[in-house]
């Protein structure tokens, strides 16, 4: 059974930090591209940060550029993002997605051209 897993969300005050973690199951990890996507309520997701297969590809949205880290552990089907200088905007659920097709930018791939998909882990920041 193809499966991704999110954990590490929670309540964090701004400026505080974050690691979450993606567990990946059923499939081939080291063959997919990965990716951190995000919902507010009442907004569209959006594309956090992406991951090529090889990981030699990395892109971040601008408004996370210097805060947070994607990173993929092969050996262990892991996919994690570092979110580091949290603030009060970056609150929402947080999604990762596989992708087996190459693109040369994954941060423009719409979210309906990704082939699977977490349940998502809450982030709330707040004082």
Known sequence: QLQLVESGGGLVQPGGSLRLSCAASGFTFDYYAMGWFRQAPGKEREAVSCISASGRSINYADSVKGRFTI?????????????????????????????????????????????????????????
């Open 71 to 127: 990173s993929r552990d092969d050996a262990k089907d892991i996919l994690y993002l570092q979110m580091d200088n949290i603030k009060p905007e970056d609150a929402a659920v947080y999604y990762c997605a596989a992708r087996e097709r190459w693109t040369v930018q994954l941060i423009n791939v719409p979210p309906e051209q990704w082939d699977l998909w977490g349940q998502g882990t809450q982030v709330t920041v707040s004082s």
